[in-house]
Nanobody, 125 residues
Framework: QVQLVESGGGLVQAGGSLRLSCAAS????????LGWFRQAPGKEREAVAT????????YSPDSVKGRFTISRDKAKITAYLQMDSLKPEDTGVYYC??????????????????WGQGTQVTVSS
């Protein structure tokens, strides 16, 4: 079992920054892939960034590459998503996820058994 607690969402103007945190607990947490998905109003949920215990990362969609950075603490149980140069289209509910997904499958929501409660990110223009 893995429990996830998110923090760090809020309201920011376009061009600003936010940092999301996801604290994972449970004996399997340090071995899980951690990541972030988001869902904007009226849109499907999409992967944003993932990080493996090894430190290997993925970013999607292309619009976040170069602006978002995912990291993980040394204990490997807390993940961070640094979001810079935020745009109104980044608005949505951001969910922390944890799972044991194979290489190349990080963007599939079905691969993650554990989900946080979600934190709202709103970027005003």
């Amino acid at each position: 079992q893995v429990q996830l607690v998110e923090s760090g969402g809020g309201l920011v103007q376009a061009g600003g920054s936010l940092r999301l945190s996801c604290a994972a607990s449970g004996r399997l947490a340090s071995n899980a892939v951690l990541g972030w998905f988001r869902q904007a109003p009226g849109k499907e949920r999409e992967a944003v960034a993932t990080i493996r215990p090894s430190g290997a990362v993925t970013y999607s969609p292309d619009s976040v590459k170069g602006r978002f950075t995912i990291s993980r603490d040394k204990a490997k149980i807390t993940a961070y998503l640094q979001m810079d140069s935020l745009k109104p289209e980044d608005t949505g509910v951001y969910y922390c996820v944890a799972g044991f997904v194979g290489l190349g499958y990080e963007e599939r929501a079905s691969g993650y058994a554990y989900w946080g409660q979600g934190t709202q990110v709103t970027v005003s223009s």
